[in-house]
T-cell receptor, first 110, second 116 residues
Framework: LAKTTQPISMDSYEGQEVNITCSHNNIATNDYITWYQQFPSQGPRFIIQ???TKVTNEVASLFIPADRKSSTLSLPRVSLSDTAVYYC???????????FGTGTRLKVLA | GAVVSQHPSWVICKSGTSVKIECRSLDFQATTMFWYRQFPKQSLMLMATSNEGSKATYEQGVEKDKFLINHASLTLSTLTVTSAHPEDSSFYIC????????????FGNGTRLTVT
């Protein structure tokens, strides 16, 4: 099973870059890695998705090493409004199921 | 981008009654949708996989007679919580998409169910 493991929580200050790493040792060859942001009482919101190397969009970058057993979400210059829970999600090998890990609770301080 | 709409966003019901939650894919067809439940300060827990035109697949420990899922069209799945009890109070979230090259899973905004 493509179980994901992330740090439970992280604190950061406004304006800093935040890197959240997720391990997914059993990722299957064809699986993509997707990151989501969730605010209280809302559904998870898509941030970024990647397969290998580096992907960048207007809000984040995603770094994936060659072995794809981990990935790092990078949030440049976070603000207070980035306080949320961040999840990495990988399809559970060939089952078309998506099992969430604990997520990382990011708290951005002023 | 792909949008998943969930309705209602919140509902309060009395013990013993049933509640139906709708999940719609607004700009794409979804043969498969997923239902999750989330308790406060916890992660999302997959309840079941909803398959268009066939029976849903339930995760271990989820009562299929308690949580009825119907996926009658390519854009609509419904979750009915039957004979609701206070312990069924939770945040229910549906999702659709995924499973295909670079197609990510998209989530509805959730339904807060409170059973009194």
């Amino acid at each position: 099973l493509a179980k994901t493991t992330q740090p439970i929580s992280m604190d950061s200050y406004e304006g800093q870059e935040v890197n959240i790493t997720c391990s997914h040792n059993n990722i299957a060859t064809n699986d993509y890695i997707t990151w989501y942001q969730q605010f209280p009482s809302q559904g998870p919101r898509f941030i970024i998705q990647g397969y290998k190397t580096k992907v960048t969009n207007e809000v984040a970058s995603l770094f994936i090493p060659a072995d794809r057993k981990s990935s790092t979400l990078s949030l440049p210059r976070v603000s207070l409004s980035d306080t949320a829970v961040y999840y990495c999600l990988v399809e559970t090998s060939g089952t078309y199921k998506y099992i969430f890990g604990t997520g990382t609770r990011l708290k951005v301080l002023a | 981008g792909a949008v998943v709409s969930q309705h209602p966003s919140w509902v309060i019901c009395k013990s013993g009654t049933s509640v139906k939650i709708e999940c719609r894919s607004l700009d794409f067809q979804a043969t498969t949708m997923f239902w999750y439940r989330q308790f406060p300060k916890q992660s999302l827990m997959l309840m079941a996989t909803s398959n268009e035109g066939s029976k849903a697949t339930y995760e271990q420990g989820v009562e299929k007679d308690k949580f009825l899922i119907n996926h009658a069209s390519l854009t609509l799945s419904t979750l009915t919580v039957t004979s609701a009890h206070p312990e069924d109070s939770s945040f229910y979230i549906c999702s659709a998409g995924g499973h295909g090259d670079d197609s990510p899973l998209h989530f509805g905004n959730g339904t807060r169910l409170t059973v009194t």
